[in-house]
């Protein structure tokens, strides 16, 4: 069990590490193409913390455990855990962060078009996603279209994002950076090739992590004698959706709301959309006590967020609730 705990950590460091080095080099690339905050935050940041959870149930998929059933669980269970942890615990982390200094009062003001943009397509793709799982298997061409749909629904999600982008930098909103690019502290220089060669080795070592952790996880299962399932909705997305909290937390804590949260609700998108894809096609994706929680806390965390939406921002008390949407999941879960 030691060596399994320590298997497990050791990969989850590798998989913060790397998220890190993919993460700065996509800002420098946002920041190159002249992008605007929302886009950097929903789209650039978004996709990059999003890779750790995205390769763990893709990974399991195709080259997991020796078990099956395992893989399944493991990869329904991290699709359908981040946009949960995202909507729930992450939400209330950077509630908690900006208490200190704004009060229970304060609000965290993201650019509203795209906060609420960002929520309504993660609503719209999630509903499906949930509907899909009582769509019968045959014939097979149904749940194509459900998955083909979601796939669609982010692209043009993209494109709405982009067109937003171009107004948002003509008044100003382009991104700037104010880390170093993380390779030219070992003497490159920071240039495109440099950037491309960050993300590419960042890339890798994040496959590399995945497919360790999920050998931990399945490992872990066995001894405890719990389900994978509900190990993989709650113990993966805690960990692998650290790279959102702290990128978010720090943005804060700058007052960059508009890059703190846009990390967050674009990754509820680009996991609400793509990644339930995959396990319309490739897993059994049936509806269960377990998963059905989460869906439905979620999608109840979602509408909170969007019921508060506002151009005046979301109040920290209001943000403080899906706190209390985490712990309700928490407590079905596991009573």
């Known amino acids: 069990m030691i060596f399994q705990m320590a298997q497990l950590s050791m990969m989850l460091m590798l998989i913060l590490a790397a998220s890190h080095l993919f993460t700065n080099a996509i800002e420098y690339m946002g920041e190159k193409l002249g992008v605007s905050e929302g886009m950097t935050g929903s789209i650039f940041a978004a996709i990059a913390t999003a890779l750790p959870e995205t390769c763990v149930p893709v990974v399991a998929i195709i080259a997991g455990t020796s078990d099956k059933q395992i893989n399944q669980e493991i990869s329904v269970g ?11 615990l992450s939400t209330v ?60 629904l982010y692209i043009y999600y993209l494109v709405m994002t982009l067109r937003a982008s171009r107004q948002l930098v003509t008044c100003g909103h382009s991104v700037m950076t104010d880390e170093p690019l993380l390779l030219t502290k070992l003497g490159l220089k920071n240039n495109t090739g440099t950037i491309l060669l960050q993300l590419i080795a960042s890339l890798g070592l994040l496959l590399l992590a995945s497919k360790g952790f999920i050998n931990s996880i399945a490992a872990i299962s066995k001894l405890l004698s719990l389900s994978a399932l509900v190990l993989s909705l709650l113990i993966i997305p805690i960990g ?38 995959l396990g319309i096609m490739l897993t059994p994706w049936r509806p269960g ?33 899906n706190g209390g949407f985490y712990l309700a999941y928490l407590y079905f879960t596991l009573a």
């Open 93 to 152: 982390l950077l509630a908690l962060s900006a208490l200190r200094t704004r009060g229970i009062n304060g609000k965290i003001v993201p650019e509203k078009s795209g906060f609420v943009r960002d929520i309504n397509f993660f609503l719209c793709a999630f509903s499906a996603s949930a509907i899909a799982m009582f769509v019968p298997h045959h014939p097979v061409y149904l749940r194509a279209v459900m998955s083909l749909f979601l796939v669609f």
């Open 240 to 277: 692998t959706e650290l790279p959102e909290k702290v990128n978010s937390i720090l943005w804060i804590r700058k007052n960059k709301d508009t890059l703190g949260f846009g990390n967050i609700t674009g990754a509820m998108v680009f996991q609400g959309t793509l990644l339930p894809a």
């Open 78 to 88: 991290a699709i359908l855990g981040a946009p949960l942890m995202l909507s729930t």
């Open 289 to 321: 006590p377990e998963v059905m929680t989460g869906i439905v806390i979620t999608l109840l965390s979602a509408l909170w967020l969007r019921a508060n939406a506002s151009t005046k921002g979301v109040r920290i008390s209001a943000l403080m609730v």
